[in-house]
């Protein structure tokens, strides 16, 4: 499998470091949580998420991860053109590691809880 493109220059060689830049903001796990765990994938399903996404940040978080090659963009109409996003292997072996993160916060934080049929 070919490796993800430097967008930008790396700060680190350290892969902890590399991984954040990639997927260490506020949103972009979340996207991977929605499609891989909750199967959405319209823009419109994103928009309707919890968490409120402005959707200059979604439209600008999707562009990017698809250029990184964690998305894939697939038509689903063509007028208005509009398109469904959908996991890459790569960003597929990313979900275990959202369902860890899930079960730690809700181990540890006060008022998490993980929703019935979500722990497997």
């Given at each position: 499998?070919?490796?993800?493109?430097?967008?930008?220059?790396l700060r680190s060689s350290c892969p902890i470091a590399t991984a954040l830049d990639i997927l260490g903001?506020?949103?972009?796990?979340?996207?991977?949580r929605d499609i891989g765990l909750f199967g959405r994938h319209?823009?419109?399903?994103?928009?309707?998420?919890?968490?409120?996404?402005?959707?200059?940040?979604?439209?600008?978080?999707?562009?990017?991860?698809?250029?990184?090659?964690?998305?894939?963009?697939?038509?689903?109409?063509?007028?208005?053109?509009?398109?469904?996003?959908?996991?890459?292997?790569?960003?597929?072996?990313?979900?275990?590691?959202?369902?860890?993160?899930?079960?730690?916060?809700?181990?540890?934080?006060?008022?998490?809880?993980?929703?019935?049929?979500?722990?497997?």
């Amino acid at each position: 499998m070919k490796k993800l493109p430097q967008s930008t220059a790396l700060r680190s060689s350290c892969p902890i470091a590399t991984a954040l830049d990639i997927l260490g903001d506020k949103w972009t796990l979340l996207l991977i949580r929605d499609i891989g765990l909750f199967g959405r994938h319209r823009y419109k399903d994103f928009q309707e998420s919890k968490e409120n996404m402005p959707s200059n940040i979604l439209a600008t978080r999707l562009a990017r991860m698809v250029k990184c090659g964690l998305l894939e963009k697939r038509p689903y109409q063509n007028n208005p053109p509009r398109y469904d996003y959908h996991l890459t292997s790569r960003s597929e072996e990313l979900v275990p590691l959202v369902k860890s993160l899930a079960m730690w916060s809700a181990k540890h934080v006060s008022g998490v809880k993980i929703p019935a049929g979500r722990t497997s």
